[in-house]
């Protein structure tokens, strides 16, 4: 790992450990973001992606009032130089998470994440209620030349519901923060809204998408 990079995952796990929530540069480099973004619009372009659904499992099912995104797993298509370096780089702040917090994150999913012109996704936390399996969640935005009236922020709300902060999806920003403590939701973009995003999970059995 590069010294910068060493230091902004020292930043990023100390952040995490003293506030729970992660917002700043990413980790990503500006070249890997750009071709993920890329890779990203070629999927969509092609068909690849689904329609993302609410829950999980047998109760699993599509509701575009609550979210309207098209998703892609990266597990379930085949990873490219692009993806293959941002798993690896995502590792490595995993592995130095486990080791300061002792989360027992031994694992990461990862999907992309478009959301069309108007869609949005409610207020939610990322930790099914039966399932601490998730513990770290992530986003790292992949929008180039974004405007601040471009919509599509993430807000961030406190434990006890008051607004954290507003993010804007601009492509070199990344967030993580601690699945369990805080809810959040995406809010309506005028344009197309891309993201890669995903969590440290615990190991659990085979799950349903």
Request: net charge negative; aromatic share 8%.
């Amino acid at each position: 790992m590069k010294h910068s990079s060493s230091r902004l995952v020292t930043t990023i796990v100390d952040t995490l450990a003293t506030t729970g929530c992660y917002v700043g540069p990413s980790l990503l480099s500006d070249g890997l973001t750009l071709r993920l973004s890329e890779r990203l619009q070629w999927l969509e372009s092609e068909g690849a992606l689904q329609a993302a659904k609410v829950g999980r499992s047998s109760g699993a099912r599509m509701n575009s009032s609550i979210r309207g995104d098209t998703t892609l797993w990266l597990d379930d298509a085949p990873q490219d130089e692009a993806e293959a370096a941002a798993v690896r780089v995502i590792d490595e702040l995993r592995e130095a998470v486990n080791q300061t917090l002792f989360l027992g994150a031994f694992e990461t999913e990862l999907h992309y994440a478009h959301y069309p012109p108007g869609a949005g996704y409610a207020q939610h936390v990322d930790r099914f209620g039966d399932d601490d399996a998730r513990v770290v969640s992530l986003v790292f935005y992949l929008n180039q030349h974004w405007a601040q009236d471009d919509g599509g922020q993430l807000a961030i709300y406190e434990p006890a519901g008051a607004l954290l902060q507003r993010v804007a999806p601009h492509a070199g920003t990344m967030v993580a923060f601690l699945s369990e403590r805080f809810p959040h939701e995406v809010l309506a973009a005028s344009k197309p809204r891309l993201s890669l995003t995903g969590w440290m999970r615990r190991r659990s059995p085979p799950r349903t998408r």
